[in-house]
């Protein structure tokens, strides 16, 4: 949802009372933050689209297995492979 080069406070008003946000570290050292955690891609739309409504323009959905962050067509097609038949 946001970007820093600081770690900053899980109530820092930069993120509007957006609740559960996480920071992620990159290897150039900038600091991402995440929210949300769905194993539905559309639930994972909708809290994109009320973050671009809150001001975050540039939010973007992204996946994680196991903690590490994967391609977010991979996780769809795993999501798809889980979905029980008729689906």
Do not use: C, M
């Amino acid at each position: 949802i946001a970007t820093a080069a600081e770690l900053l406070p899980e109530n820092s008003p930069v993120f509007k009372g957006i609740k559960n946000v996480h920071p992620d570290k990159s290897t150039e050292g900038i600091i991402k933050y995440t929210t949300g955690n769905f194993k539905d891609f559309q639930d994972a739309i909708v809290l994109q689209r009320e973050l671009r409504e809150k001001g975050f323009r540039d939010a973007f959905v992204v996946a994680f297995l196991n903690g590490k962050r994967i391609p977010v067509n991979e996780a769809r097609s795993l999501s798809k492979k889980k979905e029980p038949a008729g689906k």
